[in-house]
């Protein structure tokens, strides 16, 4: 294990349905990042929260909603979802900006998503 | 725009010989540089990093990078491939400058054959 843990590791969901990925952190790093994989690729940064706020949101459609309650949680909430949102969800965390930068990202398992 | 190619989606390699996984990145100035590596149905694990010094940067599992500042590049390296080196690997780039960013490249399978 990393110390980035996520939640559930599969998930088969409907269009209708809602959902939610979770992602936990003890490591005391303060910024938390949500990144979709798709095959042939680059990651897709999709959230990041720093100190507990959001700070970059990269054009993801709004059926996908984050939430960071406090600096270990962190949630991704689905409705409505699309096949083409099939992917792995990744959850990372690292010590934030106004810290030490050079420092890279801690990586969960992730979150194989399919849509149905 | 910033970017990082990883211009060979696939590399093959026979246990035993060196390997090389390639990395080049467009991001001004002088960016930290990252590798990481996916095994099947795992998350990213962080390989190596450059910050600063040495253009050769020593990491896990033997692994080592190559920082050619003129060619913008971070090649990844090996002397000896092991089968169990077969993974995904990924070449991540955090710009000085913009704060909490990692931008990826597209990733290359290793295949180690016996």
């Known amino acids: 294990e990393t110390g980035v843990t996520q939640t559930p590791r599969h998930l088969v969901m409907g269009m209708t349905n809602k959902k939610s990925l979770k992602c936990e952190q003890h490591?005391?790093?303060?910024?938390m990042y949500w990144y979709k994989q798709s095959a042939k690729k680059p990651l897709e940064l999709m959230f990041v929260y720093s100190l507990e706020e959001r700070v970059e949101n990269n054009s993801v459609p709004s059926r996908f909603s984050p939430e960071c309650p406090n600096s270990s949680h962190l949630f991704l909430h689905l409705h409505t979802l699309q096949p083409e949102d099939s992917a792995l969800y990744l959850c990372a965390s690292s010590r934030s900006a106004g810290g030490n930068r050079d420092y890279g990202y801690t990586f969960g398992s992730g979150t194989r998503l399919t849509v149905v | 725009a910033q970017s990082v190619a990883q211009p060979e989606d696939q590399v093959n390699v026979a246990e035993g010989n060196p390997l090389t996984v390639k990395c080049t990145y467009s991001?001004?100035?002088?960016?930290?540089l990252f590798w990481y590596v996916q095994y099947p149905n795992r998350g990213l694990q962080f390989l190596l990093k450059?910050?600063?010094?040495?253009?050769l940067v020593k990491g896990s599992y033997g692994f080592e990078a190559e920082f050619n500042k003129s060619q913008t590049s971070f090649h990844l390296k090996k002397p000896s491939a092991l089968v169990s080196d077969s993974a995904l690997y990924f070449c991540a780039v955090r710009p000085r400058w913009d704060t909490d960013k990692l931008i990826f490249g597209t990733g290359t399978r290793l295949q180690v054959f016996p």
């Open positions: 490591l005391g790093h303060n910024a």
């Open positions: 991001v001004s100035g002088n960016p930290y």
């Open positions: 450059y910050i600063t010094g040495d253009n």
